[in-house]
């Protein structure tokens, strides 16, 4: 949209580079260009505001197949007005002096000339296309025929509109429809699933197969190897009982031979020390024998006196010790009248 401002009854023109105006005045052609800028009168100016710029169109419409089925066409067609002064001659492209909007709707109408050039060709292809071929070569068969329709559309270089490019985004059928043709695939894909799964759990079982005879194989070796350690075990146990009763054999002959050694040094010993004893035993009854004749003989010189005073005296030395003694008359008498009568005598 040209972008005009006012000043003192004149008015001031500001096209884009990408609109194409066109000023007239009492029919005489004044301004033609792109990005134009210039002053103008409103009541005497006749102005248009043609877009040179590609535009995309988006259009989505419905055609049925050769097996009577609905499908919808999505597509985009990009254009360009590459004739700015013959479109603006077969369309309203005028603008408001005051404003620079659009009097008419030209855009639409050029949407409306592409949408159905179109989808009247796309509707040709479609019609002797099955449902099954459209969704697998429908959408570069309907672009190349949409291409070379609007290519070989007469109206549009007359109106001055150049088709740049087509595109066919989608074909879509119904959703019960897509939903049933998506069914035999699903199963198709369930059943390769399926069959992987299967495969899977069979290697898998493989697998346990493999892993359990192994562990039965190393428990075999195991089993083996441990009756080669019990027989092993049993040698070495049989082995040592052998080699420790030939020793306590050789220890109880040493230990033999050491006890008569000692019993017989033992034995030699006491011989050695009864005759010891026995000769000491006669030195000392002869020196006993000897002491006693000569004690006997001192005694038998010495009067009787003289031997109660020694009697007297080893009594005293072996009695025990006496705090006080009671002579009773009885023995005082008795022991008065032996007195007398060794002096009588």
């Not at 013959?86 to 639409?108: K, Y």
């Not at 299967?198 to 359990?212: D, F, K, S």
């Not at 230990?255 to 000491?280: N, Q, W």
């Amino acid at each position: 949209m040209a972008d005009i401002t006012r000043r003192l009854g004149w008015r001031h023109l500001r096209g884009a580079p990408t609109a194409h105006i066109r000023h007239h005045r009492a029919g005489k052609l004044l301004h033609d260009g792109p990005g134009l800028s210039f002053w103008f009168r409103a009541l005497t100016a006749a102005l248009s505001e043609v877009p040179v710029d590609d535009r995309e169109l988006a259009m989505t419409f419905h055609a049925r197949t050769s097996d009577f089925q609905d499908v919808a066409v999505q597509a985009t067609v990009t254009y360009r007005i590459s004739d700015p002064a013959l479109a603006a001659a077969r369309l309203d492209f005028s603008v408001d002096p005051d404003t620079g909007v659009w009097r008419g709707t030209p855009l639409e109408q050029l949407g409306t000339l592409l949408t159905e050039t179109a989808q009247q060709h796309a509707l040709d292809v479609l019609a002797r296309t099955s449902l099954s071929s459209a969704l697998v070569d429908g959408v570069a068969a309907v672009r190349e025929r949409v291409a070379a329709g609007l290519g070989a559309e007469p109206r549009l270089p007359a109106t001055g509109i150049e088709v740049v490019a087509v595109r066919v985004v989608a074909l879509r059928p119904e959703p019960e429809v897509e939903r049933a043709l998506r069914t035999p695939a699903r199963e198709q894909i369930q059943q390769e699933a399926d069959r992987a799964t299967y495969e899977r759990r069979a290697v898998a079982v493989e697998r346990e197969r493999a892993i359990a005879e192994n562990e039965l194989a190393s428990q075999i070796e195991l089993a083996r190897r441990e009756e080669q350690l019990v027989e092993q075990r049993g040698t070495n146990a049989r082995r040592e009982a052998e080699e420790h009763a030939a020793a306590d054999a050789v220890r109880a002959e040493a230990e033999a031979a050491r006890t008569v050694k000692l019993a017989e040094a033992e034995a030699a010993r006491s011989v050695r020390l009864a005759r010891a004893e026995a000769e000491g035993a006669r030195e000392v009854g002869a020196a006993r024998a000897q002491a006693q004749a000569a004690w006997l003989q001192v005694h038998a010189e010495v009067d009787v006196a003289t031997l109660h005073a020694l009697t007297g005296t080893r009594l005293a030395e072996n009695l025990p010790h006496i705090d006080s003694v009671t002579i009773s008359p009885d023995v005082l008498t008795g022991l008065l009248a032996k007195l007398s009568l060794q002096e009588r005598a």
